[in-house]
């Protein structure tokens, strides 16, 4: 049962985050800057994501995201589920050193002012690994479920 509890929570817990108050109408100032920056945007949905930031889940170029902004409209970050063939080759390369015999289970990439990164759930045999990582292979932290109730998470 707690792997079962832990498989569910990484696989939700880094990703589309569920809306207390979806449908709920973003203020005029967050609504102009999504508009600057997804102008292309379709099916949009807004939710309060906090007191001070709201969220956008829409579909740009065929494609779900999700883009957080702060009251004032200041750009957060933008999320959306990857493949791995859209894994840069030398993220690839630290994958496969770092945790050989591993597939991906579920990627995800989150664009932020500061750069990319990119949130992979791992899986080898029952064993699953959450590793974020930047756009270089750097591990910039993992976290490891290893046998009965131990959690193993350290960043490098």
Not at 27 to 34: I, T
Not at 39 to 50: F, I, N, T
Not at 98 to 117: Q, V
């Amino acid at each position: 049962m707690k792997k079962l509890v832990f498989t569910a929570l990484l696989l939700t817990g880094f990703g589309w985050s569920l809306q207390a108050q979806v449908g709920t109408a973003a203020p005029a100032q967050v609504q102009e800057a999504f508009n600057r920056k997804f102008p292309g945007a379709a099916q949009v949905e807004w939710g309060k994501e906090s007191a001070t930031e709201w969220e956008a889940e829409f579909i740009l170029n065929g494609v779900n995201h999700s883009a957080n902004f702060l009251q004032d409209g200041t750009w957060k970050e933008t999320e959306h589920l990857i493949s791995a063939a859209e894994i840069t080759p030398a993220l690839q390369s630290s994958l496969n050193s770092k945790f050989p015999d591993y597939s991906l289970l579920r990627g995800e990439i989150a664009d932020t002012p500061k750069g990319s990164k990119y949130e992979l759930v791992l899986q080898k045999g029952n064993s699953m690994m959450l590793v974020v990582a930047d756009e270089s292979g750097k591990i910039l932290m993992k976290k490891a479920r290893k046998g009965k109730g131990s959690d193993d998470s350290s960043e490098d």
